[in-house]
């Protein structure tokens, strides 16, 4: 295990890849660790330098004191960037991962070559959705939002038939309450439809096809907002694609490092 402190906050990570290949950065989403990247690594090329990490509030990561806000979460993986001394990633996030990723190429550009976007937007949610979840959060614990968040994360077939998709759910209910309920105030509060549309970096969005939280159109918008920018969707996939459908979701990021010269 290997934590850097940035700003004070330990973030657990992990760094793999021979020094001085092209860089892949991944962030995560709400109520998951960077195990959910797992079965997505085998179908990447070879030769990468890949950093996974858990957000603040996630995983091993500390959970400081709220509120945060985005600009808290992009700070953090620019710290960690930093320290690290990675430059002109491909940086991949999924849901809020997706918003980090946003963030960072919109004050970051030197860190940011290529922005990969999984099930993500610029805006997810309204307010009113948010308060509703997070208050039942509080009350009820994340158990209490379990069932609802398993159905958006996976399709029907694969709750049924994986062997695995008990553990996705342990994962789920295991994330510390705090970092659940401050990063879902962070996705609250941030818009980033201005700063994305800003944006003029090569740019691929993915979406699956019965994804529940950030279904295809509106992954589809915030790809738009990019000039250039590649739209994809994932058909047979949740929210989590790199989970249902890694195969795929390896093929299309493989194809897009190799058209931009990034491997």
């Known amino acids: 295990m290997y934590a850097i402190k940035v700003d004070g906050v330990a ?7 021979p020094e001085g290949a092209p860089v892949l950065v991944f962030s995560n989403s709400l109520g998951t660790d960077f195990r959910v990247w797992d079965r997505l690594l085998p179908h990447l090329p070879n030769g990468l330098r890949i950093l996974r990490y858990d957000k603040r509030g996630h995983g091993l990561s500390d959970c400081p004191p709220g509120p945060w806000s985005m600009d ?4 953090d993986l620019a710290g960690l960037m930093d320290a690290l001394v990675l430059r002109d990633a491909a940086v991949c ?3 809020v991962g997706g918003m980090i990723a946003q963030g960072l190429a919109a004050k970051r550009p030197d860190l940011v070559r290529l922005l990969i976007l999984s099930d993500t937007a610029a805006k997810i949610g309204t307010h009113e959705m948010w308060d ?39 994962m789920l209910l295991r994330s ?25 970096l090569p740019c691929l969005a993915v979406a699956g096809s ?15 907002l990019i000039p250039g920018s590649q739209f994809e969707v ?8 790199g989970v249902e459908k890694a195969e795929t979701l390896g093929r299309l990021i493989t194809a897009f490092l190799k058209e931009n010269g990034h491997v």
């Open 11 to 17: 973030l657990h990570y992990r760094l793999e890849g």
């Open 132 to 170: 509703q979840r997070l208050d039942a959060a509080r009350q009820g614990g994340i158990a209490a939002l379990a069932d609802a968040t398993m159905e958006r994360w996976f399709t029907a077939a694969f709750r049924v038939e994986a062997p695995d998709y008990p553990l996705w759910r342990n």
């Open 234 to 241: 994932i058909h047979g996939a949740g929210h989590i694609p």
């Open 93 to 95: 996030g999924l849901s």
């Open 176 to 200: 510390p309450l705090d970092g659940y309920v401050d990063t879902g105030v962070a996705i609250r509060n941030a818009d980033l439809r201005a700063s994305t549309a800003r944006l003029r």
């Open 210 to 224: 019965e994804d529940g939280s950030t279904p295809p159109e509106m992954v589809s918008e915030t790809a738009a």
């Open 72 to 75: 808290d979460h992009v700070a």
